[in-house]
């Protein structure tokens, strides 16, 4: 990914928390030098110095057969917005988008034990329904094992991880203020965010 050394996330640990708050990616392979594409929710562990990516495909999709040995991307990205040169001090400016980005490469390991599809899904409920746990736990264990038949659990340990926040870093006080104020009126929850990220950074 391009990003101007100005435009670099602070940290990792930054970086992390972004893509723990933004779960929900897309992993990128290439098949026959095809680049193929599923969106899909994230869990983000770190392990000791190690980040680790852990999440499912439906056993259908072919792109769970690809991951093996090859180089993989994950995608996070959420908040974005469009800069109008209003907000700019010369009329000569033009418009610009301002968001962020992490991009996790790695290599993917298939969790084949069930036990580990079984911790996986539990990690994940947890994570986005805590309250469903208890329900799923409910289910008979034969239903159960058949849903998790119905999907191939992975986890992708980070080589590679990569930061953009691309927050006008690069324009004036005065600008930066008028769009601060600008997308923190907006009725668009995107651009507010990030006004949001925009005043961290003052």
Do not use: C
Not at 4 to 14: D, L
Not at 36 to 61: G, I, M
Not at 170 to 186: C, F, P, V
């Amino acid at each position: 990914m391009y990003i101007p050394s100005f435009n670099q996330f602070p940290n990792q640990r930054e970086a992390i928390s972004f893509m723990q708050r933004y779960s929900f990616a897309t992993i990128v392979t290439a098949d026959n030098d095809l680049p193929v594409a599923t969106h899909l929710p994230f869990l983000v562990e770190q392990r000791d110095d190690k980040v680790v990516l852990l999440s499912h495909f439906a056993k259908a999709n072919p792109q769970a057969s690809s991951l093996i040995g090859k180089p993989v991307l994950v995608i996070f990205t959420e908040p974005h917005a469009y800069i109008s040169p209003a907000n700019y001090e010369k009329t000569t400016d033009v418009p610009t988008w301002n968001y962020l980005a992490v991009h996790a490469y790695g290599k993917a390991t298939l969790l084949t034990e069930g036990e580990q599809t079984a911790n996986l899904l539990a990690k994940t409920i947890n994570n986005y329904e805590t309250d469903y746990l208890q329900n799923w736990n409910s289910l008979t264990a034969d239903y159960r094992q058949k849903m998790m038949k119905g999907i191939v659990a992975f986890e992708i340990v980070i080589e590679d991880l990569q930061g953009k926040q691309k927050l006008s870093q690069n324009r004036s006080a005065i600008e930066k203020e008028n769009i601060i104020n600008t997308l923190g009126k907006s009725e668009d929850a995107n651009e507010r965010e990030i006004a949001n990220y925009m005043a961290k950074l003052k």
